[in-house]
DNA sequence: GGAATTTGCGTTAGCGCTAGCGTAATGATT
DNA sequence: AATCATTACGCTAGCGCTAACGCAAATTCC
């Protein structure tokens, strides 16, 4: 019987058997491991070592429970294998460890309904707060599912409400500076590779198309429009369908780097040469758009830099904070080889 | 005062809530939600209904403190932004979801001591179980780290201990391939760019390497091996090294695709054609290994199935299930532009 | 030097939920 | 008819932790 804990194995230890070690309290032992106030330096310094003499390991679940803090945040994705939201993730994962909080990376499949499930189930888990990136919601389920939470932060969208912060790229005018470029080279027939209507950043990109094709004098024509899924296979898929329709094309701006790139695969099987016919511009400027070949040029965003503000800003919120609101983050054209 | 819940907004309704308006007790409440027997139909359909109309949300910390059990899960990875791990994550993640469980996805940026941080965290939580991919850490410190948690599942190490299954790729076999391919084509000096010594899957294809090389009558020589931070940039420098040491290399092999890519780039800058003076192998066939140009030959890993093997295991050692222990999944050469 | 504050701890009462057992009703069995 | 299972609930007691308050001793103040 004596080794019987030995032999449980992981046995919890608690603030009960840390107190009993200590000849303290249980408030004592709390207040000592969470460096609060109100524990002399000798009795704290006792605590401290029997503490991890017992190899004790605060159960958060019941910390949450009691406090109405977990330290847990949430931060909700349409698609972690895309590298935007891939990077995204890990700088807001980063900040989030150096402030000791866990963090749910919950993944949608850019599928609304997961969307909404994935929220629901944070909401469960009592998080403190959630990021939002690229949601695939109508404005009202999101305003409506997102003031659910103490604090949010919106990436790519607009803001819902109080205790709610939006971190925004100027897609609009990023890619009417892409297209202002196209013209200024010389294109006069520039398709346009949408993403899932359903995204902002897409619709924006959308507009900023038109916006950019207009101010160069020229007419939008719906024929060279694409919706695609934000994939490689997307990209090369709708690439496909435009070729297909048999109307000249000597550009193509897409949703983003993955589009584009999957476009330009598609442009390459079909024999048309990049930028020679037909020039490529992209967004994001994830990694691989330096190291496909022709290298893309793209509309660039530092994603770090944007999951970090994302998630400094959700800490802020947490605290109290009150937010100067965020200006949108302008895009900055790199051109490489595609164009 | 009449609306002072509505004024404070999300005011957390609870079983005992339920309870009050469906007039039973908690317990039957409880089993109602939890699909439990032990409850009429008729009775259960009320409680669900009303559940349903007070937005009744059970708090899993709540749950978890009570029962012990979170029905929340954690994957531990050296990078999330690098598409191996990400499209593991993801494949992962799909079927936790499929369960309902909430997972956990902890970044460690290739550095044990992270590592180690992300699973005392996870511990910490409470979690049910762990599936520790491309661990960093050294055998008997992982091993004490794992067997703290319920269940574990170890992707790419050896199983430590009862309870703990592991996943591996045949890293080794799949490397002698690559090099035996090359020696095939009349490739004489085949360098390899090695991972982390931390990675044992990094160690398991420094050793099919060396196997390969002697099987195909070569002597290695520690002149054409270069340890690589597992990026592209770390692809690069370390094949720009390489290139700096001015010996004869006809080929290369990578420890994985993102060494791969930026070995190739770094080999485009110092003017070698790939593969005419240089051919380079890859592994794990990333989504991007076909893209680059010259696409990129690689040792081809299923790894969403991975993935949802990994966790469909974690998953059965949850509900106490002994396992078969896996076969090491071996990989497939795939012949591409850069061999 | 007495009142007012501060410091250092302990006590009590939950947080929201479920395990485990109790119990009264029903139906099945001998 | 008496006994035994079975079903459908309710009650109690926590899970491990902390908020809020209590209270004595030490310190500060005028």
Known sequence: MINFVHIMGNQRCTVEDVAAAAGVS????????????????????????????????PSRIARGLASRKTSTLGIVLPDISNPFFAILAKAASDVARSEDKNLFIMNTDEDPALERAALDSLESESIDGV???????????????????????LVNRETAGPRVDAVNVDDRAGAAEAVAYLIRSGRKRIAFLAGPTTSMSGRRRFSGYCQGLKEGGLDPDPELVRRSVPTLDGGAAAMRFLLGRNIPI???????????????????DAG????????????????????????????????????????????????????????????????????
């Open 26 to 57: 249980m408030m004592t032992v709390s207040r000592a491991i969470n460096g609060r106030p109100g524990v002399s330096a000798e009795v704290r310094r006792r605590v401290l070592e029997k503490a991890a003499d017992l190899g004790y390991r």
């Open 131 to 153: 990021i939002v990136a690229g949601s695939r919601l109508p404005i009202a389920t999101l305003a409506a599912a997102v003031m659910r939470f103490d604090s949010a932060v």
């Open 250 to 268: 000597d550009a193509v701006v897409a949703y983003n780097d993955l589009v584009a790139i999957g476009a330009m695969r598609e442009l390459k």
């Open 272 to 339: 048309r040469s990049v930028p020679g016919d037909i020039a490529v511009i992209g967004a994001d400027d994830v990694p691989y758009a330096a190291l496909v070949r022709p290298s893309l040029s793209t509309m660039r965003v530092d994603i770090s830099a944007l999951g970090r503000v994302a998630m400094t800003r959700l800490l802020a919120l947490g605290e109290g904070k009150v937010l100067e609101p965020l200006p949108a983050i302008r895009p900055e054209l790199v051109l490489r080889e595609s164009t």
